[in-house]
């Protein structure tokens, strides 16, 4: 049973760098989609976007050009860098896995990032 | 691209069906056949339990069930029980790598 938990710093300020990662086990990461989506604190789910095993990248446009995602096989993770941001950025970051393009089946218990000087 | 359109609430007794509408449009509901749904407790995390349109995973009770007729996906719950009472996420594929959520539904069981 594959089991994903994010890591990361729970406040960042404004202007600077959001950095999570995502630990997988329980599974190997090959042949496999694995994804970023947030929940701001009280509304809905946010596409961020996902990332192959072999390193492509797809990401939501409403992101695009702030964000960078990564993997590490070797590692079992994979990783999410939002630049430049703002209070609007402030959620609850959640890893799965993607069957993409299908569904969001394993997720992890989220991570708390909050933007606050 | 605008989030799917879903009523921010739905109630319900128990023992009752309820129905909740996604809304998209020709680039991603009514474009693909993979839509999902998501139930969420407050505080914990999204679970999914339909997929593909129609489908459930496992251990998900057949009272839920999943449709879609044009631009617009459903999910109905039918004998309502207090422990169905969650918010209610759809989501769509829509096209060129991309996926796009709806807003979500609160379901009350009154």
């Known amino acids: 049973q594959v089991q994903l938990q994010e890591s990361g710093p729970g406040l960042v300020k404004p202007s600077e760098t959001l950095s999570l990662t995502c630990t997988v086990s329980g599974d190997s990461m090959n042949n496999s989609y694995w994804t970023w989506i947030r929940q701001p604190p009280g509304r809905g789910l946010e596409w961020i976007g996902y990332i192959y095993y072999t390193g492509t990248t797809y990401y939501d446009p409403s992101v695009r050009g702030r964000v960078t995602m990564s993997v590490d096989t070797s590692q079992s993770q994979f990783s999410l860098r939002l630049t430049s941001v703002t209070a609007a950025d402030t959620a609850i970051y959640y890893c799965?896995?993607?069957?993409?393009?299908?569904?969001?089946?394993?997720w992890g218990r989220g991570a708390l990032v909050t933007v606050s000087s | 691209q605008s989030a799917l359109t879903q009523p921010r609430s739905v109630s319900g007794s128990p023992g009752q069906s309820v129905t909740i509408s996604c809304t998209g449009s020709?680039?991603?509901?009514?474009?693909?056949?993979?839509v999902s749904w998501y139930q969420q407790y407050p505080g914990e995390v999204p679970k999914l339990i339909i997929y593909d349109v129609t489908k459930r995973p496992s251990g998900v009770p057949n009272r839920f069930s999943g449709s879609k007729s044009d631009n617009t996906a459903s999910l109905a719950i039918s004998g309502l029980q207090a422990e169905d009472e969650a918010d209610y996420y759809c989501?769509?594929?829509?096209?060129?790598?991309?996926?796009?959520f709806g807003g979500g539904t609160k379901l009350t069981v009154l």
């Open positions: 020709n680039s991603d509901i009514g474009n693909y056949n993979y």
């Open positions: 989501c769509s594929y829509a096209g060129h790598y991309t996926v796009i």
């Open positions: 799965a896995k993607f069957y993409g393009p299908r569904y969001f089946d394993v």
